[in-house]
């Protein structure tokens, strides 16, 4: 069922304002595609973190480099630390009375090495590029729409903190506890990864464990 939802005039102003952002967002989201902010890519993800304190400067509001504290990360059937490049995080009203945390991340899966570099447009509507959809798109949507926010007359009663973060494709170990300490101190969360193709929403994930053994062989016997 579907329900017809009439817009007030500011709301359609402010609709009608991303409309005049067009050309803008797609030439931003071509640089951000380009720009490779794989996982373990420290160098482009740092460079991908001026790129959105540049984009997200236009809301005002405090930027903050949010350090992560390193942790133990299993990979290739390895235990070894890990550290991490800083989370954006980004601060608006935080005396408000209503709260929201929005959150996303700018690393992708492709490594500095791959293949799959820049963007290409499928046609006249879809790009094509490294995370234009997961989610240095939803990024892009995400500022837009607290752009229109802050053009309406109710934006004084609101608040927000962005955590965009560097390590939610390898599990979001280092802003995991910082995800947690803003969502509880919030009235909404929201994150902006891309819907499946016919709109619906996935509302649950499955998951996967690892578990490490190891030791030192000494004299034919393991020790723990």
Same mark, same amino acid.
């Given at each position: 069922?579907?329900?017809?939802v009439?817009?007030?005039?500011?709301?359609?102003?402010?609709?009608?304002?991303?409309?005049?952002?067009? #050309?803008?967002?797609?030439?931003?989201?071509?640089?951000?595609?380009?720009t490779?902010?794989?996982?373990?890519?420290?160098?482009? @993800?740092?460079?991908?973190?001026?790129?959105l304190?540049?984009?997200?400067?236009?809301?005002?509001?405090?930027?903050?480099?949010?350090?992560?504290? !390193?942790?133990?990360?299993?990979?290739?059937?390895?235990?070894?630390?890990?550290?991490?490049?800083?989370?954006?995080? @980004?601060?608006?009203?935080?005396?408000?009375?209503?709260?929201?945390?929005?959150?996303?991340?700018?690393?992708?899966?492709?490594?500095?090495? =791959?293949?799959?570099?820049?963007?290409?447009?499928?046609?006249?509507? *879809?790009?094509?590029?490294?995370?234009?959809? =997961?989610?240095?798109?939803?990024?892009?949507?995400? @500022?837009?729409?607290? @752009?229109?926010?802050?053009?309406?007359?109710l934006? =004084?009663?609101?608040? /927000?903190?962005?955590? *965009?973060?560097?390590?939610?494709?390898?599990?979001?170990?280092?802003?995991? !506890?910082?995800?947690?300490?803003?969502?509880?101190?919030a #009235?909404?969360?929201?994150? /902006?990864? !891309?819907?499946?193709?016919?709109?619906?929403?996935?509302?649950?994930?499955?998951?996967?464990?690892?578990?490490?053994?190891?030791?030192?062989?000494?004299?034919?016997?393991?020790?723990?």
């Amino acid at each position: 069922m579907t329900h017809k939802v009439e817009l007030k005039p500011d709301e359609r102003s402010a609709l009608d304002w991303i409309e005049t952002r067009q #050309d803008h967002m797609v030439a931003t989201l071509r640089d951000w595609v380009n720009t490779n902010s794989g996982s373990h890519n420290a160098d482009g @993800l740092e460079v991908m973190r001026g790129k959105l304190n540049e984009a997200f400067t236009e809301l005002g509001g405090e930027i903050r480099a949010q350090e992560l504290k !390193p942790t133990t990360m299993v990979e290739k059937w390895r235990s070894q630390q890990q550290g991490f490049t800083p989370s954006f995080h @980004l601060i608006q009203r935080p005396d408000a009375p209503i709260r929201i945390v929005l959150t996303g991340h700018h690393d992708t899966v492709f490594p500095a090495d =791959d293949s799959f570099q820049s963007w290409k447009m499928r046609d006249d509507n *879809i790009m094509n590029g490294p995370g234009a959809a =997961d989610m240095k798109g939803g990024l892009l949507v995400m @500022l837009h729409a607290l @752009l229109a926010l802050e053009r309406s007359p109710l934006k =004084d009663r609101i608040g /927000y903190d962005i955590l *965009i973060s560097p390590d939610e494709e390898t599990g979001s170990l280092g802003s995991g !506890p910082i995800l947690h300490a803003l969502g509880a101190k919030a #009235d909404i969360g929201m994150t /902006y990864e !891309p819907a499946l193709a016919d709109g619906s929403l996935a509302g649950a994930r499955k998951g996967v464990g690892k578990l490490v053994a190891e030791g030192l062989r000494q004299g034919g016997a393991c020790r723990p």
